[in-house]
Each structure stands twice: as structure tokens, then as C-alpha cells.
């Protein structure tokens, strides 16, 4: 895996030439997570799925979208957010300078549920625009039960990826029952099921 801001212009025309046709673009989200998780809890989490997604295809990674559309909390303190359209039309620009570059797949890669429309139409653009490659957005399996907003699910994971930044002694009553499940190696299953579900649907839809 290679990140492509890392990368040099020659290192990258030589990766390309050399086969490596796959590029990854991840999207998080800036927003509201209450007082236990840190605002930026997606976008930490797609940094990490887009590296382990990369990885496992050989491909060149992206750097993350962090804001995405969170307009459900764009109310809540902290809360930045993109609207749909708007989203859409970065997507779309992202995935066709890719292609530009002789990249032949495209995986949008979202790891905050709120994306989840814009990318869906970002494709269908990418569909009819991309001439000789092909885009696609893999939901992802999150699982059974995944729990209530910065809940069980992604507490776990952020106890999984970065525990320093999770204070579960802050987290409100509400939620307290839920996260007595939380713990890091619950995180990490997580983490694996959602990342292997994406590679699974990338090989299928790559010519």
C-alpha cells in the first residue's frame, strides 16, 4: 500500500505503469459524538479503513475527506458538514482525477452512514463519466445489533484504534448500559468485518 500524498509524481507514474490500477478514497465526518468520543471518531476510523482496505487490494490510498454530510447533526456543537449535492460533487471530481491518471477502479470508501446517498450518486455519475474504469462505494458489514449513535459499535472501535481519546467516564446516561459492552478487542472484530466486506465487494465489481 501506498499513500499518495507520500508519493512523488515519477513514483507514482512508474506504480501505475507497473499495474497497480486500484485507488481508495476514504470519507469520514466531522460531528457531534457526545462527551465520550472525540469529534473526529469517523474520520479516525476512515483513515484506518482506508489503510487496511489499501493494503489487502495493493493499492494507492487517498488522502481521507474528513468532513462529510452530517447535516442530521450539524445542530450539535462541533458538527461540520457538506451538503449531499456538494459531497457528491467532490466525489466525483476526486474519482475522475484518479481515473485521469490511469487509475481503472475507483473505491469510495465511507465509514459515516450519512455519506452513504451522495457516494450512491456519485457513482451513478461515475458510471456514465468514466471511460475505461469503474467506481464503486462498498457499504460495508458493520454487523448485528450495531448499537445506537457513538454507541457500543463505534466506542469499541475507538478503544480499538486510538483509546487515548475516548473518556467513557464523560459519556452520558443514556448511553451508559450500552457501553459496559465497549472494549477494544471488540473494536478490532469490528474493524475486520467492515474492512473484509469492502475488499469482498471490490474484487467482485474490479474488471
Known sequence: MDELEALTAPQLRR??????????????????????????????????????VAGQLGAVLAPTVRV????????????????????????????????GHGFTVIVLVSTHGGNRAALDAAVARLD??????VACAPPGAVGPAPGTHSGQWLTSVMLALRPDLVELDRASSELADELQASDAQLGAGHIKRFVDSIVEAVRETAP
Not at 486500484?22 to 472525540?38: D, K, M, R, T, Y
Not at 447535516?71 to 459531497?87: C, F, K
Open 68 to 99: 462529510g454530510c452530517a447535516e442530521q447533526h450539524e445542530q450539535l456543537v462541533g458538527t461540520m458538514s457538506l451538503r449531499a449535492p456538494t459531497l457528491t460533487d467532490v466525489a466525483v471530481a476526486l474519482a475522475e482525477s484518479l481515473a
Open 128 to 133: 456514465a463519466s468514466l471511460d475505461g474504469a
Open 15 to 52: 506504480l501505475i505503469d507497473s499495474g497497480v490500477s486500484i485507488a481508495v478514497v476514504p470519507f469520514g465526518s466531522l460531528e457531534h459524538q457526545g462527551a465520550h468520543l472525540p469529534l473526529g471518531a469517523d474520520a479516525v476510523l476512515a483513515d484506518a479503513v482506508g489503510r487496511e
